[in-house]
């Protein structure tokens, strides 16, 4: 089940793709703008493991969002308040750097990009904030010219498509959700069922 939701064919992704008209996702984040079928096609595969990640962000508890599964003298792990402000960062830096045709990292990118005050706030408000980085999202997928911009990247010479650039984001969905689910468990968060359909109960 998880192979096949993370290795979709084109036509799977087409049919996930018209369905985005009709959902609610489709109606908060107004994502019938888009109207390039391979940015459509990207913005679905994204949200499907997008929605996995926020959907825990919701359930745990207020009073664990600083909580660190490991927290020693040498060794630290995030708590779930930095997973998700590291999952704002990311979204919008590669966001910005596909308007701008630049990728690059590091604090001057990071303070440009995610007020200080991010890292005091509630949790509902980093959700609503999550929301906004999926519309400034799905906004540059809008762009006409979405399929012929490219960005300069730190790690070739040739500038990396747009389009094929963010399909990086899907990996780091991935990536946070693995991590969610050890921490899922840990606190014994029952599984729910955006979870569950991509990689089972």
Request: glycine residues 2%; neutral net charge; without cysteine.
């Amino acid at each position: 089940m998880a192979l096949e939701a993370i290795t979709e064919t084109a036509e799977q992704s087409r049919r996930y793709s018209s369905a985005l008209g009709t959902s609610a996702l489709a109606a908060a984040l107004n994502t019938s703008k888009i109207t390039n079928s391979e940015a459509r096609d990207f913005l679905w595969r994204f949200m499907l493991h997008r929605e996995v990640n926020r959907e825990f962000y919701r359930r745990v508890p207020a009073e664990k969002l600083d909580y660190r599964m490991v927290d020693t003298r040498t060794r630290r792990s995030d708590s779930p308040r930095e997973s998700l402000l590291h999952q704002l960062y990311v979204v919008r830096n590669y966001v910005h750097s596909a308007k701008t045709s630049v990728m690059q990292w590091g604090p001057e990118r990071e303070a440009l990009l995610m007020a200080p005050a991010l890292g005091r706030w509630g949790k509902q408000r980093l959700l609503v904030e999550m929301e906004r980085t999926e519309r400034e999202l799905v906004d540059l997928l809008s762009l006409a010219d979405i399929e012929a911009r490219a960005v300069k990247v730190p790690w070739q010479d040739e500038p990396l498509p747009a389009l094929r650039l963010l399909d990086s984001l899907i990996d780091h969905e991935i990536l946070h959700t693995g991590w969610n689910l050890a921490l899922i468990d840990h606190l014994q968060i029952e599984r729910y069922p955006a979870l569950s359909r991509l990689w089972g109960s």
